[in-house]
C-alpha cells in the first residue's frame, strides 16, 4: 500500500494557476487597467515556443481576456475554440452538441460562490481530479498490483477542508498555507518551502527527436487522415511544425496521438 497526496492541491489551493487566477481577479477591480490583460500588445512580446518559459506564461495569462471562467478554460484548454475551428472538419463540427466549455462553465457555477479561485478549484476538483489525476494513478499502480491510496480524499476531510476560507489556502504567492502551517513541525523547512515539482515528462523534446517518425507514421497516416474529423493539411502543420521547432505542440500532438491509438485499439477489439 502507498500514500498519494492526491487532492490537496485542489482542496489547499496548490496549483500555480491558483495563484493566477487570484492575481486575474485583482486585476479586474482596477476598472480602467483591466483592458490590460486583452490588449493585442501581449502578441507583440518575443517568446520561446517551449512551453514553461517565463515570457511565455507571462504572454500566456495577459492574453486571456474575458469573465473569470472563460479565462480559466483558455489557460486550461490544450486546444482553444480558434484553434479548433481550424483543426475540426465542419461535418464534423456540426455533429457536436456542446463544447468543452460547456462543461467547464457548468462545474465553475457549482461551486456556488464569487470568488474565482475557490471556483475554479471546485472545477478541478470534479474534473481533473476524477478524470485525470486519479485515473492514471489508479491505472498505473494496479498495473504492479501496489494499492494506492488517497488520505486527503478522506470525505470527512474533504467536506471540512471546502469549509476554509480561501484567504487562509491561497495567501500573497503561497498556496496550501493553512496546510503548510499544520504540519510546519513536522516537516523539515527544505520541504515546506520547496518549489511545486510535477510529473510531466519531455513530451515536446520526444517528438523532435526519437518519436518524430513515430508521430508521423500514426497522425499522418491515411488511416488516420482519412477519419473525416480533422482537417489533414491542419494535422500536417501541427506535426511539421513541431518537429521542426517552429512551434511547441507537444500536447496537442500528445492528445491527438492518443486519440488515435485509442481508436485504433477500439477497433481491434
Known amino acids: 500500500v502507498a500514500l498519494t497526496g492526491d487532492a490537496g492541491d485542489e482542496l489547499f489551493f496548490g496549483y500555480p494557476r491558483y495563484l493566477a487566477t487570484g492575481l486575474a481577479s485583482r486585476i479586474d477591480k482596477l476598472g480602467p487597467l483591466r483592458w490590460l490583460l486583452g490588449s493585442a500588445m501581449w502578441r507583440l512580446l518575443p517568446a520561446s515556443v517551449e512551453q514553461k518559459t517565463f515570457l511565455r506564461k507571462v504572454k500566456k495569462f495577459a492574453s486571456a481576456a474575458g469573465p473569470p471562467a472563460e479565462r480559466y478554460y483558455r489557460w486550461i484548454a490544450i486546444f482553444n475554440d480558434d484553434e ?6 465542419p461535418a464534423f463540427a456540426e455533429q457536436l452538441e456542446a463544447g468543452s466549455f460547456d462543461l467547464l462553465r457548468e462545474l465553475y457555477a457549482a461551486a456556488g460562490t464569487d470568488d474565482p479561485v475557490t471556483a475554479v478549484a471546485n472545477a478541478d476538483l470534479l474534473s481533473y481530479l476524477p478524470g485525470d489525476l486519479l485515473t492514471k494513478v489508479d491505472v498505473a499502480s494496479m498495473s504492479v498490483g501496489l494499492e494506492a491510496r488517497s488520505p486527503f480524499l478522506d470525505h470527512p476531510l474533504v467536506e471540512f477542508a471546502l469549509t476554509i476560507p480561501a484567504r487562509l489556502k491561497l495567501r500573497g504567492a ?3 498555507y493553512v496546510l503548510k502551517r499544520a504540519f510546519s513541525d513536522l516537516l523539515p523547512p527544505e520541504i515546506l ?3 511545486k515539482m510535477g510529473f510531466g515528462v519531455p513530451i515536446s523534446s ?4 526519437e518519436l518524430a517518425e513515430h508521430l508521423r507514421e500514426v ?13 489533414p ?7 511539421e511544425n513541431h518537429i521542426a521547432g517552429r512551434a511547441d505542440n507537444g ?8 486519440l488515435e491509438l485509442w481508436e485504433r485499439a477500439a477497433e481491434n477489439e
Not at 497522425?219 to 488516420?224: N, T
Not at 500536447?251 to 492518443?258: A, R, T
Open 84 to 89: 479548433k475551428h481550424g483543426l475540426y472538419e
Open 174 to 176: 503561497r498556496g496550501k
Open 193 to 195: 518551502v520547496r518549489d
Open 206 to 209: 520526444w517528438f523532435r527527436g
Open 219 to 231: 497522425l499522418l497516416s491515411p488511416r488516420s487522415l482519412e477519419r473525416g474529423r480533422f482537417r
Open 233 to 239: 493539411d491542419a494535422m500536417r502543420g501541427l506535426v
Open 251 to 258: 500536447y496537442k500532438l500528445w492528445n491527438l496521438l492518443n
